[in-house]
Nanobody, 125 residues
Framework: VQLRESGGGSVQAGGSLRLSCTAS????????MAWFRQAPGQEREGVPIASIDRDGSPNYSDSVKGRFTISADDAKNTLYLQMDSLKPDDTATYFC??????????????????WGQGTQVTVSS
């Protein structure tokens, strides 16, 4: 699977951004699709901030629940992350990743074999 993120940028606190991730490859390699992030000077977070199961059910970490919305097109060729009410703590490089699991809940970064190169999001106060 080849993944490529886009849509990052700079925004003021309270603003919104929409990230996209184009995903080529076989459908069974994209059953579970997820977003991870890595803040400046820190390691990439080990659990997805948002993920979407094979049946389209979304999952969110507590840090983004209620502010971020994950979605994908029917063929799972494009993954989206709508980010609203952004905070300075959301500043990070955002990565999309895919795996064959039908259900993403309980997964961690080591479970995902396919990754994009990341897109930078900067939120200023």
């Amino acid at each position: 699977v080849q993944l490529r993120e886009s849509g990052g940028g700079s925004v003021q606190a309270g603003g919104s951004l929409r990230l996209s991730c184009t995903a080529s490859g076989d459908a069974y390699d994209k059953n579970c699709m997820a977003w991870f992030r890595q803040a400046p000077g820190q390691e990439r977070e080990g659990v997805p901030i948002a993920s979407i199961d094979r049946d389209g059910s979304p999952n969110y970490s507590d840090s983004v629940k209620g502010r971020f919305t994950i979605s994908a097109d029917d063929a799972k060729n494009t993954l989206y992350l709508q980010m609203d009410s952004l905070k300075p703590d959301d500043t990070a490089t955002y990565f999309c990743a895919t795996a064959r699991f039908w259900f993403c809940r309980g997964t961690s970064s080591v479970d995902f074999p396919s990754w994009g190169q990341g897109t930078q999001v900067t939120v200023s106060s």
